[in-house]
């Protein structure tokens, strides 16, 4: 079993920053896929970022958040980072952090085989 926990998010003004963090726990999570999702009132949970568990850490990104996010993680402390910049009221939502026991990223809800509980982002106008 893996536990995630978020933590990081806040009450943002528009075009202002907030990093999110993600701390694994029970098993290591250096060889597993890693990502952020995120969701808004009343709609579906969507993927946001991931980074896959290669060294290289290859990253993948919804192109609603290319460019102003980015993902990175340190596997010696089984942690994983959303840096989000030039925040949007349209980034609004819980962000959650996804575990998958495979090679590349996954885009999927019905792929992840771990969440967290989320952490609540809320950018003002």
């Known amino acids: 079993q893996v536990q995630l926990v978020e933590s990081g998010g806040g009450l943002v003004q528009a075009g202002g920053s907030l990093r999110l963090s993600c701390a694994a726990s029970?098993?290591?999570?250096?060889?597993?896929?890693m990502g952020w999702f995120r969701q808004a009132p009343g709609k579906a949970r969507e993927f946001v970022a991931g980074?896959?568990?290669?060294?290289?850490?290859?990253?993948y990104y919804a192109d609603s958040v290319k460019g102003r996010f980015a993902i990175s993680r340190d596997n010696a402390n089984d942690t994983v980072y959303l840096q989000m910049n030039s925040l949007k009221p349209e980034d609004t939502a819980v962000y959650y952090c996804?575990?998958?026991?495979?090679?590349?990223?996954?885009?999927?809800?019905?792929?992840?085989?771990?969440w967290g509980q989320g952490t609540r982002v809320t950018v003002s106008s």
């Open positions: 996804a575990a998958t026991n495979t090679i590349m990223v996954v885009t999927t809800t019905a792929r992840v085989d771990y």
């Open positions: 029970g098993r290591t999570v250096s060889s597993y896929a």
């Open positions: 980074i896959s568990w290669r060294r290289s850490g290859s990253t």
